[in-house]
């Protein structure tokens, strides 16, 4: 009997807390999704990671790479930002080097993250013209 009133009470206390600190919200800045299938798609995944840990001002910036393998092609490795589209290359089936084309997604990322955060902070960009 005293486990269940101890299970009983974290159980209320858990569904009390939340109450308490509704006030703050928690910010997730900087989201990189993973949605590769090959292990081509996971290296470069991964070199792009190392590269995107030092890229500063990622607050509301969510980037997701998504892997489609093609038969008897290779596989085309799509980057969105902010589900739009910013990169797309394709690999072949051979082991092709990974380096220069994530760097290459790298700054097409960092020129388009510029972009939207211009086009969003900036008065003179309004897009009704007020």
Not at 43 to 61: A, C, E, T, V
Not at 103 to 128: H, K, P, R, W
């Amino acid at each position: 009997m005293p486990k269940y009133k101890c299970l009983w009470g974290v159980i209320f206390t858990l569904l009390f807390t939340p109450l308490c600190h509704a006030t703050s919200e928690v910010e997730i800045g900087g989201l990189l999704l993973d949605n590769t299938k090959s292990r081509l798609g996971h290296d470069f995944y991964f070199k792009f990671s190392q590269l995107w840990h030092d890229i500063p001002n990622k607050q509301g910036i969510n980037a997701q790479i998504i892997e489609q393998i093609v038969p008897r092609a290779g596989t085309k490795l799509s980057l969105l930002l902010n589900g739009r589209i910013i990169y797309v290359t394709h690999f072949g089936r051979r082991q092709s080097p990974v380096k220069e084309k994530v760097e290459q997604a790298i700054f097409i990322l960092i020129d388009a993250m510029s972009q939207t955060q211009y086009s969003q902070n900036s008065v003179d960009m309004v897009g009704n013209g007020w």
